[in-house]
């Protein structure tokens, strides 16, 4: 780790350890409840694919498993190139930790080409993130790296128990202090939502994310013409059944282009 | 196969070869352009982990990578359970073909509860499947297999190449012969949706799914409760760039209730 690293950079760092393995820490930076933020898995998940000799092209799609709870302190990260054809790849990654699987992730990257394209989920209308207040509710580590501004949908005031009967938020967020958005940190930025149980039933319920994907729109260009301007995440609940509830979400970055979508379903106890 | 067996179920059949693989078969009722329908594929990945001794619960989330087009004739599909819990389990499969891998996918597992439920995305008010006429293009042999009833986004009239703006699509849909659900079917019927590109643009661009997700609300009691009815299926596309795009979508039976959410990202070229 270096002094003048993000501390993001730290978190996601891999270290090769031979035989397709990299060796990774958990981060108490971003150390959540119990265990770490899940989005920070994710990242790590996918800087895995991301620093492996035989990458080709740039992340399309990527499903991160949360199998168990991460321990704090070191794992292990195997990614492998399952399929490599003439502009795509499909990657499998697990992440193990005193040899047991605590993550499953399967990753498709592929060359990018200029094609003809559409914003169908068009951003909506909302104030500039400079006219919001920031957040400051930080109950947990990982909620003081990332700069919240909500336009709706906020942690509730009241845990009363009232069925708010929609889950619907809207954020401007970005990361605390603000770095230049890549590929490993859109991808924690997708999974900082509050739950949509919590939201919609003002009630803290134990939950945890059981499985996560990210479809990357956007290709390293635009990442770079993002640089650590704010994104809007949007997200909403679409059914809770049976201790499982899912979210559909998309996140634009301020010039309104559409950069990933994303999508999880997350385990509720009651 | 059975003279008596649905046709979907010869399809998705698999036989154990011993050492954690099972023996498949694409299936020529289910032919797509190239290869076979993806939705089948889909299918057959979740039924390898569905035939499974080791099996623990029913699914809650299910990723399908389309790695390379499958060539018509035998496959071999490997289930792994690669992180058992007490209440979930966490499954990698591979499909391969030659000693090359096909597919991959993850799913999991788990053990269902009765809990406080919500359907927040809402089944559109929309005509019964009884007074929408079936629809007759038949220009491959899988779309034979399903009985579609379009009540907005059909496949274009013209293929004008007119931008519609949006891609919506909204159809009631089960199997043809009705068949009663269960999580392999709705797997394959939330793969029917004509890709959004197509419609959105009138035009006949090559594409193929690259990754496919269902996440499963519905429990195996609700599965029986819907038996051979009709499921509404929603898609609408996000984004569409970089030869890439995405949609999200939602499966109701005929009572309302939330089955499955999907997701999946196509590529394209032009």
Known sequence: MSDHAHVFDDAVALRPTG?????????????????????????????????????????????????????DGPFAARPR??????????????????????????????????TWGAREQAMPAVPRPQDLPQAQGRAVEW???????????????????????????????????????????LTALADVSFPRLWLRRAKLTPLGTVSMTVYFHAGADQLRATGDGYLLLQARGQGFRGGYFDHAGQLWNEAGELLATTHQVVYYKE
């Open 81 to 114: 190139p399952a399929r490599t054809n003439r502009s795509t790849q499909h990657w499998i990654v697990e992440i193990l930790q005193d040899d047991r699987v605590v993550v499953t992730a399967t990753a498709v990257t592929a060359v990018r080409r200029d």
């Open 19 to 71: 035989e397709g393995s990299w060796q990774g820490h958990t981060s108490p930076a971003y150390a959540n409840m119990i265990g770490p933020y899940g989005g920070i898995t994710a990242a790590q998940a996918l800087n895995a694919v991301l620093l492996h000799p035989e990458l080709l092209g740039e992340p399309v799609a990527l499903t991160v498993n949360f199998a168990a709870a991460l321990a």
């Open 143 to 185: 909620l003081r790296r990332y700069d919240m501004r909500f336009v709706t949908g906020s942690i509730p005031r009241e845990w009363n128990g009232q069925d708010a009967g929609e889950s619907l938020s809207r954020m401007w967020v970005r990361d605390a202090p603000a770095r230049p958005l890549d590929f490993a940190s």
